[in-house]
């Protein structure tokens, strides 16, 4: 090798193109916002059971034992804010990281998310959506879902840090197809 050469070190980058294109399958993001709004509150409701039921057995606990139960659970009250932040991390990594690709809510609402490059989502891709999420809506409240009017693939300010896109899943976009050519 000459100097004039360039040197390689090692490391090769391939860079994927985007797998979906909202101007050839419109389809796939249709409508995608407003049902991403519904699956955000049903997944919030689905959050919140266990915490609500954690408080409530602790009140009726508290209650039930004339306040005695009170010095057992202000033990265990510097846990319950750090359990609640693994439990959203679980169902978020868990959820994503299935072969839906998708949480509960965004199932019900026919949703799914995919890295910009088509691949499925994975565990710590979910839980790494949704730190990212929560950051982002803590610090730029209403910008991150602005984005998602200014773009085709209608992703927010979070899908673009992380690299995810959420379409719809092939059975809503393949009703949307139908409709629109009818």
Known sequence: MTDSEPRRIGV????????YDPI???????GVLARRLIAFVID?????????F?????????????????????????LYWPLIVIWALFYYGYTFGSPASATIGMRVMDLEMRTWYGAPAYFVLG???A???????SILTPLIVLVGFFNGRKRLLHDM?????VINNPARAQVVRETQGA
């Open 127 to 129: 839980a790494v959506h």
């Open 12 to 19: 090769s980058i391939e860079l994927k193109p985007h797998a």
């Open 44 to 52: 919030l409701v689905i959050l919140a059971i266990p915490v609500v």
């Open 161 to 165: 840090i992380v690299g995810t896109v």
């Open 54 to 78: 954690v408080g409530a057995f602790a009140a009726a606990a508290t209650i039930a034992t004339l306040g005695l139960a009170m010095f057992f659970f202000a033990f265990l009250s510097p």
């Open 24 to 30: 050839a399958t419109p389809e796939l993001f249709e």
């Open 131 to 137: 730190i990212v999420y929560w950051l982002t809506i």
